[in-house]
């Protein structure tokens, strides 16, 4: 792939990314973002995975997860279940099997410190990573 046509790919795949974002709670289907990006759906599903290293699936799912992570911190007064319709997924239980693979933890427990615990892993996993002597080749 020449630098102009990555270009064009990248642009493509950002213009998706902000479709995604502006409609994160509504069902979206590969085909209609495959019509947003000018691909067809099975090219565009290969230039998505090749520019943002993630598949369609993943990436939506992730994104819903963290804006839910944000929303249980944020809106105490909503139950697990409000913020989980909210946020794209279909039902309670979807969306617990989801936020344990992706948190490690329930959104209950999230809600009750978890996020904060989660959150100092999470940077001393990234500093540990920083401070990793780097080998160089022989």
């Known amino acids: 792939m020449g630098g102009a046509e ?21 069902g979206l289907t590969l085909a209609e973002l495959a019509r947003v ?10 230039v998505f995975k090749a520019v943002t290293g993630e598949t369609l699936f993943a990436f939506i799912q992730r994104l819903r997860l963290e804006r839910a992570g944000s929303a249980l911190m944020g ?10 319709l ?14 344990r693979a992706h948190f490690g933890m329930s959104a209950t427990a999230w809600r009750s410190g978890g996020a904060a615990r989660w ?7 990234a500093w540990t990573l920083l401070a990793r002597p780097r080998r160089r080749p022989p």
């Open 86 to 99: 909210d946020h794209g997924f279909m039902s309670a239980a979807t969306f617990a099997r989801a936020f």
């Open 119 to 125: 959150r100092r892993r999470l940077q001393r996993t």
């Open 6 to 26: 990555r270009l064009e790919y990248d642009r493509r795949v950002n213009r998706v990314i902000d479709h995604i974002r502006g409609h994160l709670a509504e």
């Open 37 to 46: 990006a000018a691909f067809s759906p099975f090219h565009f599903d290969r």
């Open 75 to 84: 809106r105490t007064d909503a139950s697990v279940l409000e913020i989980a």
